[in-house]
Nanobody
Framework: QGQLVDSGGGLVQAGGSLRLSCTAS????????YAWFRQAPGKEREFVTS????????DYTESVKGRFTISRDNARNTVYLQMNSLKPEDTAVYYC????????????????????WGQGTQVTVSS
């Protein structure tokens, strides 16, 4: 069984930066794609970004392109989300997720394709 632990959230002013981390255990880390989703109060969980198992391909939702960067360190079993130029509308609980299938050929944004989830970390951006 895979387990994910999210960390790195906090309170930051608009324009600031945060780096989230997601450490995985229980499965061979390098075989799986990973993603970050977020959920703001009163809203549905939404896709933010994903990275393939080898770290060579990424996908970003339009609203974070140019501001957020996903990366992974397969030696440390960790996925990162570097968030720069943060805006109040980025305020949400951020969740790391691991693909349920190994070595998927195409990145997916569908949350039902991710079988393992972190506990979430709160990001609050003040104006």
């Amino acid at each position: 069984q895979g387990q994910l632990v999210d960390s790195g959230g906090g309170l930051v002013q608009a324009g600031g930066s945060l780096r989230l981390s997601c450490t995985a255990s229980g499965r061979t880390f390098s075989m799986y794609d990973y993603a970050w989703f977020r959920q703001a109060p009163g809203k549905e969980r939404e896709f933010v970004t994903s990275i393939n198992y080898s770290g060579t391909t990424t996908d970003y939702t339009e609203s974070v392109k140019g501001r957020f960067t996903i990366s992974r360190d397969n030696a440390r079993n960790t996925v990162y989300l570097q968030m720069n130029s943060l805006k109040p509308e980025d305020t949400a609980v951020y969740y790391c997720a691991a693909d349920r299938l190994a070595r998927r050929t195409v990145l997916t944004r569908r949350p039902q394709e991710y079988g393992y989830w972190g506990q979430g970390t709160q990001v609050t951006v003040s104006s």
